[in-house]
């Protein structure tokens, strides 16, 4: 499709590499890995590989790397096991996570399980340690679930810190890392998380697949019930293409991890600086233009106010432009981006998302910002 992608917070092309792990897996290797006759177990062999990459990545044990069909279902997981078989009654979380967070916790407080609190975040969008610290000192035995780098405005969560803090109280520390995992290195020995997820559509790997990490020293119960694959943790046949293809995204992304690093961090400085030079009065929302604290993927635009607010990303796309307005897991809905009306912006000020992989050039920021800039100078409120 022709165009410019510049959506893959939302999702990533997948890479030729991973293509070709996976093929046989799609065409040849059929077998059923719960089988035990030989087509079975070659299917099982790869599985086992594939957990045994992850594992590695991220200086843990096998046993605690669970597939999943991506990382909704894994915050799921985490949160309503742990919630459920634990006794866990008081939960802290923030007001700018992930639907699959936030919607979970909210269902569990209106379902009468747990009491739910916010932790306060600065005008930036950061979470105040000091009150995270004073909530932890008063409430034993609880949870916090907070997640590494916001999908929407990208600001960075001092994971390592706040995972300390955590087991300094007693408390289960799960982390929504789905847009940290595989642009980050996550050292599970430095972090002292009971649970983080990742999902391979967002590191260049298949749609459908993901996995969850589970703390040897937090056992939980099955979430999904039907069969003993993985370990007995999730019923249902494993995704076997799926799951070599995300430990194949995931040893590229390792691989590789410094040089897309410079290449994609130098693409959003190259916006930021574009932007600023192009549209008098644009801004940046959260600390999305801060190169030390938040995602290099993300870049989080918000624009003076204008008539077209509503109609910037439909230009864009006709432009053959793809961003996106928010979370793309709220595509269709009527509702604006609760990360954004909870850093307190006006309404009338057009945000748009722009979230860059190691496929963009050069080329590609300056007609997205040539774009921005023609529909947006031609329009502006006087």
């Known amino acids: 499709m022709a165009g410019i992608y510049l959506d893959n917070a939302a999702t990533t092309a997948l890479d030729p590499e991973v293509f070709e792990a996976m093929k046989p897996f799609m065409l040849n290797h059929y077998g059923n890995p719960s089988s035990i006759h030989s087509h079975g177990r070659e299917v099982r062999a790869a599985i086992e590989k594939s957990r045994r990459a992850v594992a590695e990545l991220l200086n ?14 894994a915050d799921n997981m985490a949160l309503r096991c742990s919630i459920e078989q634990k006794g866990i009654k008081k939960v802290l979380t923030s007001k700018i996570e992930h639907h699959a967070v ?46 590494h780098g916001n999908n929407e405005i990208g600001n960075i969560l001092d994971i390592e810190e706040v995972s300390w803090l955590c087991k300094q109280y007693g408390a289960i520390f799960h982390s929504d890392t789905v847009q940290t995992m595989a642009h980050y290195n996550h050292d599970l020995q430095e972090i002292k998380a009971q649970h983080i997820v990742g999902a391979a559509h967002k590191f260049h790997g298949p749609k459908g697949v993901g996995f969850l990490y589970i703390n040897n020293e937090h056992k939980i119960q099955p979430f999904i019930h039907g069969g003993a694959q993985e ?8 995704n076997v293409y799926g799951i070599v293809g995300l430990a194949k995204a995931m040893e590229i992304a ?16 190259r916006m930021i600086q574009k932007l600023k030079a192009k549209v008098e009065g ?15 993927t993300v870049l989080n ?6 008539d077209m607010s509503d109609m910037l990303l439909f230009n864009l796309d006709i432009k053959g432009i793809s961003a996106s ?21 006006a309404a009338e000020r057009p945000n748009v998302r722009f979230s860059f992989c190691k496929y963009n050039t050069s080329k590609d920021i300056d ?7 023609e529909i947006y100078n031609k329009q502006t409120v006087d």
């Open 102 to 147: 936030l919607h979970t916790l909210q269902h569990l407080e209106k379902t009468g399980q747990i009491t739910l609190d916010y932790v306060p975040l600065d005008e930036k969008g950061m979470v105040e340690m000091d009150a995270l610290k004073d909530w932890l000192s008063t409430n034993p035995d609880s949870l916090v679930s907070l997640m």
């Open 60 to 73: 843990t044990s096998p046993s605690e790397i669970f597939f999943t069909s991506g990382g909704t279902e």
């Open 325 to 345: 307005g928010g979370s793309a897991c709220s595509s269709g809905s009527d509702v604006g981006s609760h990360v954004i009306a909870e850093l307190g912006k």
């Open 254 to 269: 390792y691989r590789d991890m410094e040089e897309h690093q410079n290449h994609i961090q130098g693409l959003k400085d």
């Open 367 to 373: 007609s997205a910002v040539d774009a921005v800039a």
């Open 231 to 238: 370990r007995n943790m999730r019923g249902g046949t494993e």
């Open 301 to 306: 635009v918000c624009l003076p106010p204008s």
């Open 282 to 296: 644009v801004a940046f929302n959260g600390l999305s233009a801060d190169q030390d604290q938040s995602l290099y």
